[in-house]
């Protein structure tokens, strides 16, 4: 798609949009509600008509093309089942509507109904299924016609947690099987960062970065990918040189491509929480520091800790510790420890007025 962009009214949803979605890949679009992603989605989809800008699918404009004569399947947050008709009768609708012979749609249906792990539930409808078993349907419909192109529209967000994660492993190994190029709309990161070849993100109507999880992850493009995507924490900071920035009384030397500030200028770090270590400290050692840990959150498999770093107490850091580390260090709130920050996982962006989580401006 090239240059796509979408007023309604005076409020611009979407700014000047250019991408490319490879063959056979899993697309994901991630951002905070009112970004844009959806309303990018159905314009794929012909749902909404761009107010300007071209889109094309394997080399044929489809720009003002309508839905019907798009080559797509889509899946709606809500599933939009027909609820009077059977299990199979769902899934061979677009079949159905376009004439196809009963036996090779019989074919089909069994077919797709294998293929979701479904082959008893032809005769049932719609409200006798779990939720997770009906959005099975929904995916199975959308594949009927085998499109050349998958479209998700928040797919999961209406099943509980344990579905969650259950059902995205088993879409991403159904579209990795089937080799069928995907493009999903989710606000939930983990599930993008699990399921997707490329993330795009989003924010207030522009792509803030294209990516894999691990580019968008490490190599954030922008505070608001940083800020966004995984926990982080942000450091005002001033700039010394050389790639050297002090945050309170410590300094820190970045090893990683860092904004070019002048000296005295002032700055942002931002840090994930595993790039902190716990650790014995040498002497002199760089980007190390004594702190002391303030609180501890625990998560399950890992803890949260916020520690205030001698010389920067009043902007505490936030650390991971797995449950090993916490019993056989005897880790407690309270404790005294040395921590190591990693140089090549700092991260300086300009302290400039951004788009927080909720896209509303921060400082």
Same mark, same amino acid.
């Given at each position: 798609?090239?240059?796509?962009?979408?007023?309604?009214?005076?409020?611009?949803?979407?700014?000047?949009?250019?991408?490319?979605?490879?063959?056979?890949?899993?697309?994901?679009?991630?951002?905070?509600?009112?970004?844009?992603?959806?309303?990018?989605?159905?314009?794929?989809?012909?749902?909404?008509?761009?107010?300007?800008?071209?889109?094309?699918?394997?080399?044929?404009?489809?720009?003002?093309?309508?839905?019907?004569?798009?080559?797509?399947?889509?899946?709606?947050?809500?599933?939009?089942?027909?609820?009077?008709?059977?299990?199979?009768?769902?899934?061979?609708?677009?079949?159905?509507?376009?004439?196809?012979?009963?036996?090779?749609?019989?074919?089909?249906?069994?077919?797709?109904?294998?293929?979701?792990?479904?082959?008893?539930?032809?005769?049932?409808?719609?409200?006798?299924?779990?939720?997770? $078993?009906?959005?099975?349907? &929904?995916? +199975?419909? *959308?594949?009927?016609? =085998?499109?050349?192109?998958? !479209?998700?529209? %928040?797919?999961?967000?209406?099943?509980?947690?344990?579905?969650?994660?259950?059902?995205?492993?088993?879409?991403?190994?159904?579209?990795?099987?089937?080799?069928?190029?995907?493009?999903?709309?989710?606000?939930?990161?983990?599930?993008?960062?699990?399921?997707?070849?490329?993330?795009?993100?989003?924010?207030?109507?522009?792509?803030?970065?294209?990516?894999?999880?691990?580019?968008?992850?490490?190599?954030?493009?922008?505070?608001?990918?940083?800020?966004?995507?995984?926990?982080?924490?942000?450091?005002?900071?001033?700039?010394?040189?050389?790639?050297?920035?002090?945050?309170?009384?410590?300094?820190? $030397?970045?090893?990683?491509? &860092?904004? +070019?500030? *002048?000296?005295?200028? =002032?700055?942002?770090?931002? !840090?994930?929480? %595993?790039?902190?270590?716990?650790?014995?400290?040498?002497?002199?050692?760089?980007?190390?520091?004594?702190?002391?840990?303030?609180?501890?959150?625990?998560?399950?498999?890992?803890?949260?800790?916020?520690?205030?770093?001698?010389?920067?107490?009043?902007?505490?850091?936030?650390?991971?510790?797995?449950?090993?580390?916490?019993?056989?260090?005897?880790?407690?709130?309270?404790?005294?420890?040395?921590?190591?920050?990693?140089?090549?996982?700092?991260?300086?962006?300009?302290?400039?007025?951004?788009?927080?989580?909720?896209?509303?401006?921060?400082?």
């Amino acid at each position: 798609m090239t240059g796509i962009h979408k007023r309604f009214g005076k409020f611009e949803a979407l700014k000047n949009i250019h991408l490319s979605i490879r063959q056979g890949e899993l697309l994901c679009f991630l951002g905070p509600s009112g970004c844009g992603k959806t309303t990018l989605l159905r314009i794929i989809a012909g749902l909404e008509v761009q107010s300007g800008g071209s889109i094309v699918q394997s080399g044929r404009d489809i720009s003002t093309l309508p839905p019907a004569l798009r080559d797509y399947g889509i899946v709606f947050q809500s599933y939009a089942l027909f609820p009077n008709l059977s299990v199979a009768s769902n899934i061979a609708y677009g079949l159905v509507n376009r004439r196809t012979a009963k036996a090779v749609v019989a074919a089909r249906v069994k077919e797709l109904l294998q293929l979701v792990g479904l082959p008893d539930s032809g005769p049932k409808y719609p409200s006798q299924l779990s939720g997770g $078993q009906q959005q099975r349907v &929904a995916l +199975a419909r *959308a594949l009927a016609t =085998s499109p050349g192109l998958l !479209l998700l529209d %928040e797919p999961l967000s209406a099943l509980d947690a344990l579905e969650r994660v259950r059902l995205r492993g088993e879409i991403r190994s159904l579209q990795q099987k089937l080799g069928v190029t995907t493009v999903m709309v989710t606000h939930d990161q983990e599930e993008a960062l699990t399921m997707a070849d490329r993330i795009v993100v989003m924010n207030q109507g522009a792509i803030e970065q294209v990516g894999t999880a691990l580019e968008i992850y490490r190599e954030p493009a922008s505070p608001f990918v940083a800020d966004f995507v995984g926990k982080v924490n942000v450091l005002d900071a001033v700039v010394e040189g050389g790639g050297r920035f002090r945050v309170g009384s410590c300094v820190f $030397q970045s090893a990683a491509p &860092a904004f +070019a500030g *002048a000296a005295g200028s =002032s700055t942002r770090i931002y !840090l994930r929480p %595993e790039d902190i270590l716990s650790r014995k400290i040498a002497n002199g050692e760089p980007n190390s520091a004594m702190g002391r840990i303030a609180k501890i959150e625990f998560l399950g498999a890992v803890c949260l800790a916020r520690v205030a770093l001698d010389g920067m107490e009043s902007q505490p850091v936030v650390v991971y510790f797995s449950l090993n580390d916490i019993r056989e260090a005897g880790i407690a709130e309270g404790s005294r420890l040395g921590f190591k920050v990693l140089a090549d996982r700092i991260r300086v962006f300009p302290a400039v007025t951004q788009a927080g989580r909720d896209g509303s401006p921060v400082t």
